[in-house]
Structure formats: structure tokens, C-alpha cells
């Protein structure tokens, strides 16, 4: 079956929650992990949403706070290792592909992530957050996703116009209260592991057993 010949060509996901277990936000678990200072990065996250800094500043704050407490490459990979991925997410992502569907990630979550439990190419676009090392494996840097909160509806309008197809074309599968904007622009959404009554009010369809594959009869 070609890419047009499906009902939905493209199927959006979130990462965090979403096709990976054991985190609500890798962010919050990273800085958990490596014990970061607490009372800075609130102060980030209520600076950001009190508009009194951008998303790249806050990006940028979060690897400083991450860097100074001593993450590096190995240590997050390790972390990251310590995750599982979704119940159902490998067998769900490699059927959406074999029945013809185009595959994206959109979150504010980190190509690590991605890179340590999915060496498997399923994806076909992968909008997200990245950090550099260098080749001590420290952070030297990164570069942000501006595809995040309400911007993951950009996010999904951008990928959409790639593939010459409309926003009503794609699904999108979310958790949590950062997807709520994206789930109103997709023409299907659902509601997965949920974990934000305003996200579970916008979408299609809530489901609630943590089985990924779920979601193939609803889109198919």
C-alpha cells in the first residue's frame, strides 16, 4: 500500500510517556539523576512560561545546570538505557510502516533518547531537541527544537506540507499536557498513558492499557 493509499499517511508521536516507559519527561528524570539544582531549574521553568525568557534560553540553561553537576554522554546514555521503551511500540512502529504510513517523532524530549532505545531507523522525521559532545564525551553545546509545547503544531503543519498532504491526513499519539496544541491540529488524536485532563479532553480517543499496538485498529 502506497503512502496517499492510507487513511492517515502520517503518524506523529511524542516520545516521553508516549513510546518510552519509566519517564514523564527525560529532562525531569536527567536532572533527578545527576542531582542538578533544584531551585534554578524551577526558577528556568517558571521564567519560560512567564514569558521572561525563550525556549532556547531555557535550553540552554538546562545543559548548563546538567553540565555543572557533572552529566556527560555516557552517564545520560546509561540513563537513558534505564528506560523501556513502550509496551507494544516496536511492533506498533514497524506495522505502521509495512502498511504504508510515514512515521514522525515530535517532542521536546533529546535525540539521545531516540539513539540509545530505537537503533532501528523507524523514523521517518525526528523533530527534537539535541546536545553536542565533544569528544571526551562532555556537553559542548546543543541546538533546540523549535517544535515544542505550542509550537508542536508547527511542528505537525511543517511535516504535513513536506508531504504535500493536509493536517486532517495525520494522527497524532501524546501523553501529557504539552500536547494538547498539537492534538487540536491533527486530524485523529489520541490519548495515550495519559496523564493531563485537558489533553484527554481535546483528542479522538483516550487509551487507557499501556499497549501501544492499540492504537492500529483506530487508524488503520
Known amino acids: 500500500m502506497s503512502f496517499l493509499d492510507v487513511r492517515f499517511p502520517l503518524v506523529c508521536f511524542d516520545l516521553d510517556g508516549t513510546l518510552v516507559d519509566d ?3 527525560i529532562w525531569k528524570t536527567l536532572h533527578e539523576g545527576f542531582r ?3 531551585v534554578e ?3 528556568a521553568y517558571h521564567d519560560y ?8 534560553q531555557w535550553f540552554s540553561h538546562d545543559l548548563k545546570l546538567l553540565r555543572d553537576a557533572g552529566a556527560n554522554r555516557d552517564a545520560m546514555a546509561a540513563m537513558c538505557a534505564g528506560l523501556q521503551v513502550m509496551n507494544g511500540a516496536m511492533e506498533t512502529l514497524t506495522t505502521l510502516r509495512q502498511n504504508g504510513h510515514k512515521i514522525a517523532v515530535i517532542s521536546g524530549s533529546i535525540q539521545l533518547v531516540i539513539d540509545v532505545l530505537f537503533p532501528t531507523n523507524f523514523f521517518d522525521y525526528v ?3 539535541h546536545i553536542q559532545f565533544d569528544n571526551a564525551g562532555n556537553i559542548c553545546g546543543g541546538v533546540h527544537t523549535p517544535f515544542d509545547i505550542e509550537a508542536k503544531a508547527d511542528g505537525l503543519r511543517h511535516l504535513c506540507s513536506m508531504e504535500g498532504i493536509g493536517s486532517d491526513k495525520a494522527v497524532f499519539v501524546g501523553d501529557n499536557e504539552n500536547d494538547v496544541w498539537i492534538a487540536k ?6 490519548a495515550f498513558n495519559c496523564k493531563s485532563r485537558a489533553l484527554s479532553e481535546v483528542c ?4 487507557h492499557e ?3 499496538t492499540r492504537i492500529l485498529p483506530l487508524i488503520s
Open 23 to 25: 519517564t514523564i519527561y
Open 36 to 38: 542538578t539544582d533544584s
Open 41 to 43: 531549574r524551577n526558577k
Open 49 to 56: 512560561f512567564d514569558r521572561k525568557i525563550t525556549y532556547e
Open 127 to 129: 523533530l527534537i531537541n
Open 185 to 190: 491540529e491533527a486530524g485523529y488524536a489520541i
Open 204 to 207: 479522538d480517543v483516550e487509551i
Open 210 to 212: 499501556k499497549n501501544l
